[in-house]
């Protein structure tokens, strides 16, 4: 079976895939930090969604990119896992 992050490397070649992956690079790299804080704390979805007063799903589409949070769902996460938002921009290369 081919690893994902194989395939991501193949595909990267393609003109077109590479182009509609850095279209959707903060949308990826938000899903990562909010993946990567909730497992640095050691919580599951289920244990964040309970603390935060909402669905297990609603994480889940969060960590997945397919539902980008507020600010103040951000804010929210950000309290409850004792941590602080960081947002930053920056001018292309």
Do not use: C
Request: aromatic content about 6%.
């Amino acid at each position: 079976m081919t690893k994902l992050s194989e395939l991501h490397k193949q595909w990267m070649d393609d003109p077109q895939y590479q182009k509609d992956y850095q279209s959707l690079e903060a949308e990826f790299n938000l899903a990562q930090t909010l993946i990567e804080t909730r497992t640095k704390i050691g919580l599951t979805q289920e244990a964040l969604a309970q603390r935060m007063k909402t669905t297990q799903s609603a994480i889940a589409r969060m960590e997945s990119g397919k539902s980008i949070p507020s600010a103040s769902t951000l804010k929210k996460l950000a309290e409850t896992t004792g941590t602080r938002i960081k947002i930053s921009f920056e001018l292309p290369v």
